[in-house]
């Protein structure tokens, strides 16, 4: 179907659509029924089977699995059975936390989705995008993912940029005629819209003319690869630790078992050794628990309001130095509130708050009541806001701003309806790079630009000014007037805007630039944006974290200084920094200069990139806000790219890690604490599991040293690592949070696993552990009269006991009290859990033979309470 050449009207007709009310929902639902969702089929995931083996194809595993061989081929086939059972398990539920947590990514991915603008019933509704049909009626505006293919019914200098498609990277300007041609490449085809191409700049409307695979990027969907599963720095860092181990047992095993051969041992021995070691050095349930802990901090991200897009961002949120937000709508409420208006040399109150009714003070002026009316009519007709009906009733939508305007309007009951005889020809929309926006009307006979925007650059492009109702020059005074008005505005905190004309001669010059010169100013208007009262807290603790605030305004210097200091982000005496003397400083002058800044305003989004780059040439991590197209590149290149879920484009949400759902600036905060969190619960279990492997190192090479039988075997060894030590370190990655954890600077980006004295508290920690165990070995097999599996049996249960004694301590990194010991309920149920999978293992004859263990007396017990309970005793009060 050639739809480019078919006229709008055609077009209609053949989906069975209409422009003023688009589809029924009725006909909607039926189409989405019979054509299914507007999506397209992704490829393969990496589920399922694939998965599964995945868990196989770790490296530990295959050690394991060698080991099994090893002990097969010695005819241990008992143990061989028993050590492929266990992986077998371990695998499975590794698998199926993977799957969970892929699964809960997926999730993740759907509530961060674009959804559509569509026109139902004859009314505007937001929907899911995956839940468009062919014939409705899409509204697209600047940083729109396209949601379907679609033929452009309307465009106000709408551009997208298909490079997806045509890899053709400059916009391509978009319109509603009709055009011919036989076989047109996409890129000529400029009355369609393509699904995923990007609106970059104006706004359109379109019809849906095909969805899902049905469309161009659908019919080359192959193309579309499935995006590699990413692996965490974190993750990257625990793969080096598994092959260091890896290369520790290795070596250690190879010492063993040639020195032992060497020495005239005999070689069945020295192999079970060797396959005890190299077993006892590997963490085996690590990588599943820090998998199950990411996913699990997600989720509680969730909670609080946070998406993370990329599971590194858990990570680097933690480390984040500093923060740089948006002011508007990430500090500040986004309720913009009309409270004054300067206008013909006067000052006029707004009252009534954010409401559609109020006062605005009177005047007894003819022509000056003209003026006052006409301004708020000029103001609400050059904005992107609508009234629209919710619920029964009359509401404003649209641009914050703008929808500020246009209630002040509503306060001077102004109908809009009273001037049919305005009509609108054509539109500039609103960009934070030109800080200004216009429209081109008919007004009566007469054409105008009505510019609306910063006040400080439409008074540089103004010559003339109004009075009065008469246009006359411009002069120095009154401009002077005009500047002290803005600024003291700006200073009470009000974000302004400046209204002006521009009547023109020739109403065909319909370029910005053209009719944005050599303007009429009318008056500003001054609107209030009250602080999150949430932010401030938020800004306090940020500051007591070692986190930097800076913020990041298009707005009037001013204004920001004065919010800013509001919120205490602003030292006394701190200076603001604007985009225009960003622009003179070189990089390195910025480099040393953003270290003391903390606003920077009237800046473009271009500026951001130079901020973002500038810090972390100074080693910041950098967590940046933004919501804009032109935002993406400073998103991405920061470290942790923030967008709002409420007020953000596509572009900005798809350029970012973290997604705010509530635009809010403490969610970013929450956030980074929850980040913190996480690592430090990550650094607790690593520490638990790691301490015992040295355990288990500690008490077989003692044994071996000093002559005496292995203490422990392969599949004991095993049950430790990934039963009885599994549920617990479990339980300490889900522990809860510190309550000092936002009172320390963040941790470097580089630390390692071990820093900040961990590796230490490993090593002494398991050192005892090693130690006590290998007493009640002595012990018991001193005793003479019972068999090595009774001392086998006693070393075990030893080890075991020492570790969830142990468990206790690892909570917290300074001493043992310094926090509830048994403030974590998972912890408890876990510890028990495990201790009573010991009673089985000990008493039951088929796990006696398995695991090689005989019945133990009460007094067996007592002693292994005792001696287990030495290494934390010993190191529970101190702090290194
Ligand atoms: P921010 O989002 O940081 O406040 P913007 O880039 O949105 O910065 O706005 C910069 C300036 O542009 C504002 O201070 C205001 O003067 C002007 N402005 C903002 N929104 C509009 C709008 N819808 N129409 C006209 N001017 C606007
Ligand atoms: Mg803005």
Not at 303 to 314: D, E, F, G, M, T
Not at 529 to 543: F, G, H, V, W, Y
Not at 590 to 596: F, H
Not at 605 to 617: S, Y
């Amino acid at each position: 179907m050639k739809w480019y050449e078919m006229t709008v009207d055609e077009t209609l007709a053949k989906l069975g659509s209409q422009a003023e009310s688009g589809l029924s929902t009725l006909t909607a639902t039926k189409r989405l029924k019979k054509f299914g969702k507007n999506q397209l089929t992704e490829g393969k995931a990496p589920l399922g089977l694939a998965l599964f083996f995945k868990q196989f194809k770790d490296f530990m595993v295959i050690v394991l699995l060698i080991a099994t061989f090893i002990a097969a081929y010695l005819g241990e086939v008992v143990d061989a059975i028993v050590i492929v059972i266990i992986v077998f398990i371990n695998s499975i539920l590794g698998y199926s936390q993977e799957h969970r947590a892929e699964k809960s990514l997926a999730k993740l991915k759907q509530m961060a989705n674009p959804v559509a603008h569509v026109r139902r019933d004859g009314a505007w509704l937001t929907i899911p995008s995956s839940d468009v049909v062919v014939g409705d009626i899409v509204r697209l505006k600047s940083g729109d993912r396209v949601v379907a293919d679609l033929r452009i019914m309307t465009s106000t200098h709408l551009s997208i940029e298909e490079s997806a498609m045509t890899g053709e990277t400059l916009p391509i300007a978009k319109t509603s005629q009709v055009i011919h041609g036989e076989q047109l490449n996409l890129g000529d085809q400029t009355n369609m819209a393509f699904m995923s191409s990007l609106v970059t700049s104006g706004h359109g409307i379109g019809v849906v003319v095909a969805t899902g695979m049905e469309t161009m990027v659908g019919q080359i969907a192959d193309l579309i690869v499935q995006a590699p599963k990413q692996t965490t720095p974190l993750e990257k860092r625990l793969q080096n630790l598994g092959k260091v181990l890896i290369f520790v047992s290795i070596m250690l095993t190879s010492l063993v078992v040639g020195a032992g051969i060497w020495q005239g041992q005999p070689v069945y021995q020295m192999f079970l050794s060797g396959i005890s070691l190299a077993v006892a050095v590997i963490p085996e349930g690590l990588p599943a628990i820090v998998t199950v802990v990411l996913s699990l901090g997600v989720q509680r991200m969730i909670k609080k309001k946070a998406i993370v897009r990329k599971l590194s961002a858990v990570e680097t949120l933690g480390s984040t130095s500093v923060i740089c937000s948006d002011k508007t709508g990430t500090l500040t409420e986004n309720r913009m509130t009309v409270v004054e208006l300067y206008l013909n040399g006067r000052l006029f109150n707004v009252g009534g708050g954010y409401r559609l009714t109020g006062d605005i003070t009177a005047t007894s002026n003819q022509a000056e009541e003209k003026m006052l009316a006409r301004f708020l009519q000029y103001g609400s007709i050059c904005g992107a806001a609508e009234f629209v009906n919710h619920n029964g009733e009359s509401v404003i939508q649209g641009d914050p701003t703008d929808v500020a305007i246009m209630m002040a309007a509503a306060k001077k009951s102004l109908q809009l309806t009273e001037n049919l005889q305005i009509k609108k020809i054509t539109e500039f929309p609103f960009d934070s790079t030109r800080k200004r926006m216009s429209v081109v009307i008919k007004d009566h006979q007469q054409h105008y630009a009505i510019v609306k925007g910063a006040p400080d650059i439409l008074l540089k492009r103004a010559d003339r000014i109004e009075e009065n109702g008469r246009i006359i020059r411009l002069d120095q005074q009154q401009r002077k007037k005009i500047e002290l008005m803005i600024n003291q505005m700006a200073s009470k905190a009000y974000r302004t805007i400046a209204l002006c004309i521009n009547p023109l001669q020739h109403p065909n010059r319909v370029k910005a630039e053209d009719v944005e010169t050599g303007l009429v100013f009318i008056g500003l208007f001054a609107m209030i944006d009250p602080p999150r009262p949430e932010a401030k807290q938020a800004i306090k603790q940020c500051k007591i974290a070692g986190i930097k605030t800076v913020m990041i305004t298009g707005d009037h210097a001013g204004t920001a200084r004065a919010i800013a200091t509001e919120l205490e982000i602003l030292p006394n005496q701190g200076q603001v920094i604007t985009g225009s003397q960003l622009e003179q400083m070189t990089d390195q002058q910025l480099i040393e200069q953003v270290e003391q800044t903390y606003v920077f305003a009237r800046v473009t989004p271009k500026d951001k990139l130079r901020i973002v780059q500038a810090l972390q040439a100074n080693g910041h991590v950098v967590a940046m806000t933004g919501d804009g197209v032109n935002d993406a590149p400073a998103l991405k290149t920061s470290d942790i790219g923030v967008s709002m879920g409420r007020t953000g484009t596509d572009v900005a949400k798809e350029a970012s890690d973290l997604i705010l759902l509530d635009d809010n600036f403490a969610t970013v905060v929450s956030a980074v604490e929850e980040g913190r969190h996480i690592y430090e619960n990550i650094r607790k279990f690593i520490r638990y599991l790691l301490a015992s492997n040295v355990g288990e190192i500690l008490v077989m090479l003692f044994a071996m040293v000093l002559g005496f039988p292995l203490p422990l075997l392969p599949v004991q060894i095993l049950w430790i690592n990934l039963v009885t030590d599994g549920l617990p370190a479990l339980a300490l990655g889900m522990d809860g949070a510190e309550n000092n954890l936002m009172e320390q600077p963040p941790r470097p980006i580089k630390e390692g696993i071990f820093a900040r004295g961990l590796g230490f508290k490993i090593i002494s920690r398991g050192f005892l552990i090693g130690i006590v165990s290998f007493i009640a070995f002595l012990l018991a097999y001193q005793n003479g009269a019972q068999s090595i599996q009774y001392a086998r049996t006693i070393a075990f249960i030893t080890l075991v006991t020492a570790q969830l004694i142990h468990v206790f301590d690892c909570r917290n990194e300074r001493s043992i009290f310094d926090r509830h010991p048994f403030g974590n309920r998972y912890l408890i149920v876990a510890v028990l859990s495990s201790f009573a999978l010991m009673i089985p293992v000990t008493y039951v004859a088929t796990f006696q033979a398995i695991f090689q263990t005989v019945a133990l007396s009460l007094r067996d017990w007592l002693t292994i309470i005792l001696l287990s309970s030495i290494p934390t005793i010993v190191f529970g009060f101190t702090k290194r």
